[in-house]
Antibody, heavy 121, light 107 residues
């Protein structure tokens, strides 16, 4: 069955960077785009962007351009999301989520369990 | 960006009730709409895509409708496990955007 397992919680200081991993299993990793979505405490969902594991191509939300980098390692079926120059507003749970359609960007179907990133001095 | 507006923001209902949640897009999105269910401290769960197509494994009491700018999620007979927060999401244009959520509570 499809599983997305994310790395553990992180605490970072303002100005630092964080890198969250998402290990996929149960399907061919390179076939489905991977989205990243975040949720601030008590708030709604915010789409951050996606990566094509096949090509490495990315599409980022303009709001995060210049601070977010999505990469992948196909040899271990793992996607990564790195966010730099962290501020307190970046405190959130970060989710990876697989796209539902092969080689396309549509909407997520399977979701990781989430990774809490806390930005605090 | 396309704004997604859900109503109501919260809703109290009883087991067995039929409930409908509405989602409105700030511009036409054809049928490029998904619905998700989220329980506290859990990841969202995908319910519906393409406005009305049920994800595999989702009970048939859930249904979606609409196209263009106005969409609905209907639960025909509420079960105890359905009390959660529901989000709509458009995937017609980037950035993908979500509605603010509808919290469904037990009356």
């Amino acid at each position: 069955q499809v599983q997305l397992v994310q790395s553990g919680a992180e605490v970072k200081k303002p100005g630092a960077s964080v890198k969250v991993s998402c290990k996929a299993s149960g399907y061919t990793f390179t076939v489905y785009y991977m989205h990243w979505v975040r949720q601030a405490p008590g708030q709604g969902l915010e789409w951050m962007g996606w990566i094509s594991p096949n090509s490495g191509g990315t599409n980022y939300a303009q709001k995060l351009q210049g601070r977010v980098t999505m990469t992948r390692d196909t040899s271990i079926s793992t996607a990564y999301m790195e966010l730099s120059r962290l501020i307190s507003d970046d405190t959130a749970v970060y989710f990876c989520a697989r796209d539902r359609m092969a080689y396309s960007s549509t909407c997520p179907d399977y979701w990781g369990q989430g990774t809490l990133v806390t930005v605090s001095s | 960006d396309i704004q997604m507006t859900q109503s109501p923001s919260s809703l109290s209902a009883s087991v067995g009730d039929r409930v409908t949640i509405t989602c409105r897009a700030s511009q036409g999105i054809s049928s490029w709409l998904a619905w998700y269910q989220q329980k506290p401290e859990k990841a969202p769960k995908s319910l519906i895509y393409a406005a009305s197509s049920l994800q595999s494994g989702v009970p048939s009491r859930f249904s979606g409708g609409g196209s263009g700018t106005d969409f609905t999620l209907t639960i025909s007979s509420l079960q105890p496990e359905d009390f959660a927060t529901y989000y709509c999401q458009q995937y017609h244009r980037f950035p993908l955007t979500f509605g603010g959520g509808t919290k469904l509570e037990i009356k």
